[in-house]
């Protein structure tokens, strides 16, 4: 039995991961300090332990533990807004703690470390699709740490030999997503305010539009990303849509007053994904659209 860690394994994206590793027979380790994830998405059947990775100490003990073949991290301090309120303190988890993983990843010897990037990374871009060879321009402290980390990653696997991969998500939505939160996405954070009879807030004119991905799809694109011969050097590979929806679609999709503010600063206008390289050596595309993602989104949130 193949043994796999997962930071941030109480999340939201990690949550579904650590499902479908222990579904395929891998043997699954969660570490997460539970800030922003929850202990009722862990996996009774994984390995828990509660550690923050930005203490390498604590860390590295458990890889030397645990003794995991693949690492898939997904622990970070999400979303822009918080890191413009916090750049220091999400810089120490989202710059630092990636170094931590990475040093204790290669002390353990492990194969490969699939790292969660983001599409924050591109910033506003003149032309879309993004691709991946564009120069990155984020318009964040949160787009600026993920691109940070990719450049770790890429470094881990020059100098030392570590085979890393990072994934650049755009807009992931789907059960389990964060609706509870002021900084939540766009797609929980209209689900709850819908159902608590509240105006929907827009900010600008609705017209600015995101790649949303399905989770599940995500978890598919890990899963490949681990097992995939065509990578391991610190390759950055797309991890979202081809065709955006507007703020503005979605807000009609679920329902509900809208109300328009003022543009939010560090908010790109439009994203939109090239997916030639998770096609080429991944074999990835999404398999799930906008509005049969929706759907199930939907009905969870109406399960709860």
């Known amino acids: 039995m193949k043994k796999v860690l997962v930071t941030g394994g109480a999340g939201f994206i990690g949550s579904h991961l650590v499902d479908r590793l222990l579904n395929e027979g891998y043997e699954v380790f969660v570490v997460d300090n539970l800030s922003t994830g929850k202990r009722e998405n862990l996996n009774p059947e994984a390995g828990f332990f509660e550690v923050d990775i930005t203490d390498f100490d604590a860390l590295d003990k458990v890889f030397s533990e645990t003794e995991p073949e693949y690492v898939f991290h997904q622990a970070a301090i999400p979303r822009m807004p918080i890191s413009i309120k916090d750049p220091v303190g999400t810089s120490k988890t989202n710059i630092l703690g990636t170094i931590n993983v990475l040093k204790a990843a290669h002390d353990a ?128 590979i797309n991890i979202g849509a081809k065709d955006p929806v507007s703020v503005e679609e979605i807000a009609e999709a679920i329902g509900g007053e809208k109300e328009y503010l003022p543009p939010r600063a560090g908010d790109p206008m439009h994203t939109a994904a090239d997916l030639t390289r998770a096609i080429e050596l991944l074999e990835w595309e999404p398999k799930v659209d906008f509005v049969e993602g929706l759907r199930m989104t939907k009905e969870w949130f109406e399960s709860l």
């Open 109 to 236: 010897g492990v194969k490969r470390v699939v790292y969660a990037a983001s599409s924050s990374a591109y910033g506003e871009q003149e032309t879309l699709p993004l691709h991946e060879d564009m120069v990155p321009n984020p318009l964040s402290p949160y787009g600026l740490q993920k691109y940070v980390g990719e450049l770790k990653l890429r470094l881990f696997s020059s100098l030392y030999g570590l085979p890393t991969v990072s994934l650049r998500y755009f807009n992931v939505y789907g059960p389990r997503i964060d609706v509870n939160s002021d900084y939540s996405l766009v797609v929980g954070k209209f689900l709850r305010l819908n159902k608590e009879g509240k105006r929907l807030p827009i900010f600008g004119d609705g017209k600015q539009s995101r790649a949303f991905c399905y989770v599940g799809d995500v978890v598919e694109a890990n899963i490949k990303a681990m097992l995939s011969p065509k990578v391991g050097k610190g390759e950055v």
